[in-house]
């Protein structure tokens, strides 16, 4: 799941200018921004429906599908195989390293060379792949009808749907270990003094509170995603960002939210050596009871289970505390989705290709084989989350916000966050350097669009 959740920087191209102007005023980052509760094909791009996938098979149609390395799985596999069967259309998965994905992508993509289809972010970070420019329309399509709300806007760009996404939403918070919590008679917080009270608790019967591996800067930057206190407590904020109409220095709740991120960590609620934990020891070490929280995502307790730890239902979860409103879910968006490339010769295969994933039986097959996945982002299948995501849902009244990154334009910006609250944490820059930092970076990119 790591690499689901890292953020990547990207260059603003000049010819963004337009989708960037109309993505201030459209509905699509109004929804981001509020919660989630609410080739030459011819005439193959028209938007049109296709086939079904019981006509005529075609022997002589390859489907090339590139990714990032991890997110072609098993599943994905075994129903490519089974779709050839049915329709004689091959699937050519081509995986690439993750640091080289994005560049290789968009590089064959403007020269003419790109995939049939390509796998991309979903919701505000589709601006990296320019859709408008390299993806079909898929308004039309039959199963556009079966996303619920959220997964339709994260689906799409300049109000149309560009993307097949299947992959589900999940959530930015604390997860805790109910055993270490009832041994020391501890409660879910309220607010971060609370959770500073179970943290001194904890130090106090020598289990180190949170496992926060601070040596990845992709995970610093992370920290800083469910910091959606900047709007649930100063509504309009993600707004007046996208307007370029405001900084984060300016927001008090931005600055909130760093300078408790730091004070957990100054007062050892991470650990004396967290500078130096990577994310790969984190399972160990809250697999033993060493550590009693984490920050992250939802599955995350399937590998501490099977690392020999608690079972996975003995983990539950309350919002990130730095931001002191922990009445609001940070959630990230619907992950990775699937676009058809508008030079693509096989438009109408890739099409059918779509279709067949999204009927009944083949979705349930998909998320049978995704346990990582907690909810379908398409009607006809169910999903099988873990605990600790529909006790929290049910904690917060499903009141949600998506997580910075999907809310904000250009919130990672040229990709120094992560190493910037690093530099705090080492005393090298304040919080409100680090959001200074953030603006100046970002300002930028707004530049780049005039």
Same mark, same amino acid.
């Given at each position: 799941?790591?690499?689901?959740?890292?953020?990547?920087?990207?260059?603003?191209?000049?010819?963004?200018?337009?989708?960037?102007?109309k993505?201030?005023?459209?509905?699509?980052?109004?929804?981001?921004?509020?919660?989630?509760?609410?080739?030459?094909?011819?005439?193959?791009?028209t938007?049109?429906?296709?086939?079904?996938?019981?006509?005529?098979?075609?022997?002589?149609?390859t489907?090339s599908?590139?990714?990032?390395?991890?997110w072609?799985?098993?599943?994905?596999?075994?129903?490519?195989e089974?779709?050839?069967?049915?329709?004689?259309i091959?699937i050519?998965?081509?995986?690439?390293?993750?640091?080289?994905?994005?560049?290789?992508?968009?590089?064959?993509?403007?020269?003419?060379?790109?995939?049939d289809?390509?796998?991309?972010?979903?919701?505000?970070s589709?601006?990296?792949?320019?859709?408008?420019?390299?993806?079909?329309?898929?308004?039309?399509?039959?199963?556009?009808?079966?996303?619920?709300?959220y997964?339709?806007?994260?689906?799409?760009?300049?109000?149309?749907?560009?993307?097949?996404?299947?992959?589900?939403?999940?959530?930015?918070?604390?997860?805790?270990?109910?055993?270490?919590?009832?041994?020391?008679?501890?409660?879910?917080?309220?607010?971060?003094?609370?959770?500073?009270?179970?943290?001194?608790?904890?130090?106090?019967?020598?289990?180190?509170?949170?496992?926060?591996?601070?040596?990845?800067?992709?995970?610093?930057?992370?920290?800083?995603?469910?910091a959606?206190?900047?709007?649930?407590?100063?509504t309009?904020?993600y707004?007046?960002?996208?307007?370029?109409?405001m900084?984060?220095?300016?927001?008090?709740?931005?600055?909130?939210?760093?300078?408790n991120?730091?004070?957990?960590?100054?007062?050892?609620?991470?650990?004396?050596?967290?500078?130096?934990?990577?994310?790969?020891?984190?399972?160990?070490?809250?697999?033993?009871?060493?550590?009693?929280?984490?920050q992250?995502?939802?599955?995350?307790?399937?590998?501490?289970?099977?690392?020999?730890?608690?079972?996975?239902?003995?983990f539950?979860?309350?919002?990130?505390?730095?931001?002191?409103?922990l009445?609001?879910?940070?959630?990230?968006?619907?992950?990775?989705?699937?676009l058809?490339n508008k030079?693509?010769?096989?438009?109408d295969?890739?099409?059918?290709?779509?279709?067949f994933?999204?009927?009944?039986?083949?979705?349930?097959?998909?998320?049978?084989?995704?346990?990582?996945?907690?909810? &379908?982002?398409?009607?006809?299948?169910?999903?099988? &989350?873990?605990?600790?995501?529909?006790?929290?849902?049910?904690?917060?009244?499903?009141?949600?916000?998506?997580?910075?990154?999907?809310?904000?334009?250009?919130?990672?910006?040229?990709?120094?966050?992560?190493?910037?609250?690093?530099?705090?944490?080492?005393?090298?820059?304040?919080?409100?350097?680090?959001l200074?930092?953030?603006?100046?970076?970002?300002?930028?990119?707004?530049?780049?669009?005039?």
């Amino acid at each position: 799941m790591k690499s689901i959740h890292k953020r990547g920087t990207f260059e603003v191209k000049k010819n963004l200018r337009t989708t960037f102007s109309k993505a201030l005023t459209g509905v699509m980052l109004t929804s981001l921004g509020l919660s989630l509760l609410t080739g030459c094909g011819e005439s193959s791009n028209t938007g049109t429906s296709t086939s079904n996938v019981s006509d005529a098979k075609k022997t002589d149609v390859t489907l090339s599908v590139m990714a990032s390395a991890g997110w072609i799985r098993d599943v994905d596999k075994k129903l490519a195989e089974k779709f050839k069967e049915q329709t004689g259309i091959k699937i050519d998965f081509q995986e690439n390293p993750g640091d080289q994905f994005e560049n290789v992508l968009m590089t064959r993509l403007a020269t003419g060379e790109g995939p049939d289809i390509f796998m991309a972010e979903s919701g505000l970070s589709l601006l990296k792949v320019q859709p408008n420019k390299y993806a079909v329309d898929l308004s039309n399509e039959s199963w556009v009808s079966k996303y619920p709300d959220y997964a339709k806007v994260q689906a799409s760009y300049d109000n149309k749907v560009v993307g097949f996404t299947t992959w589900g939403r999940d959530f930015s918070a604390m997860l805790y270990n109910t055993e270490i919590f009832e041994k020391y008679d501890l409660k879910e917080p309220t607010s971060y003094e609370e959770f500073k009270q179970v943290s001194e608790k904890l130090l106090e019967n020598g289990i180190t509170p949170v496992y926060f591996p601070g040596k990845e800067e992709w995970y610093n930057a992370q920290a800083f995603d469910a910091a959606v206190n900047i709007e649930s407590k100063a509504t309009g904020s993600y707004e007046k960002l996208n307007n370029n109409t405001m900084k984060y220095a300016e927001s008090e709740e931005a600055l909130k939210y760093l300078r408790n991120l730091k004070d957990s960590a100054d007062n050892g609620y991470f650990g004396e050596n967290f500078l130096s934990d990577t994310y790969d020891q984190g399972i160990a070490g809250l697999a033993s009871g060493k550590y009693a929280m984490w920050q992250g995502w939802s599955t995350y307790v399937n590998d501490i289970e099977a690392a020999g730890g608690p079972s996975a239902d003995k983990f539950l979860a309350f919002p990130a505390p730095y931001g002191d409103d922990l009445k609001t879910l940070a959630m990230n968006g619907t992950g990775m989705t699937h676009l058809i490339n508008k030079d693509s010769k096989n438009i109408d295969a890739a099409k059918q290709y779509f279709e067949f994933l999204a009927e009944p039986e083949n979705l349930q097959e998909y998320y049978d084989g995704r346990p990582d996945l907690l909810e &379908p982002t398409l009607e006809g299948a169910t999903a099988n &989350p873990p605990t600790n995501y529909t006790h929290v849902l049910k904690t917060v009244n499903d009141k949600t916000l998506l997580t910075l990154p999907q809310s904000i334009l250009y919130n990672g910006a040229d990709g120094s966050l992560g190493k910037n609250v690093q530099s705090m944490f080492f005393n090298m820059m304040t919080p409100e350097q680090v959001l200074q930092s953030l603006d100046a970076a970002r300002a930028k990119m707004f530049d780049a669009t005039k």
